[in-house]
């Protein structure tokens, strides 16, 4: 059974910096890539940042120069380096992984902005 941990978010000021991690545990796959979405109250789920194994990686508009994903060759394990936050920023986030037999998500972790 494939488990998704998440940690790292928080209560930070604007113009701040917060960096998630997300690791993947348990099961037998061939990891395609993992990605970072992010929800605010009464919005839909929006995927923030991708990278797949190969270390293509995407970002959406909102974030770009101020997110950085990442990934732990040796593990399967993602990283979201957040910088420049705006209370726009606010939401939970959540860790996909998609590999050769399914797509997995994490429990989700809260990112306050806000001073």
């Known amino acids: 059974q494939v488990q998704l941990v998440e940690s790292g978010g928080g209560l930070v000021q604007p113009g701040g910096s917060l960096r998630l991690s997300c690791a993947a545990s348990g099961g037998s796959f061939a990891m395609y890539g993992m990605a970072w979405y992010r929800q605010a109250p009464g919005k839909q789920r929006d995927l923030v940042a991708l990278?797949?194994?190969?270390?293509?990686?995407s970002y959406a508009d909102s974030v770009k120069g101020r997110f950085a994903i990442s990934k732990n060759k040796y593990n399967n394990a993602v990283y979201l380096q957040m910088n420049s936050l705006l209370p726009e920023d606010t939401a939970v986030y959540y860790c996909?992984?998609?590999?050769?037999?399914?797509?997995?998500w994490g429990q989700g972790t809260q990112v306050t902005v806000s001073s």
């Open positions: 990278i797949r194994n190969n270390g293509y990686t």
């Open positions: 996909k992984l998609t590999t050769n037999v399914s797509s997995y």
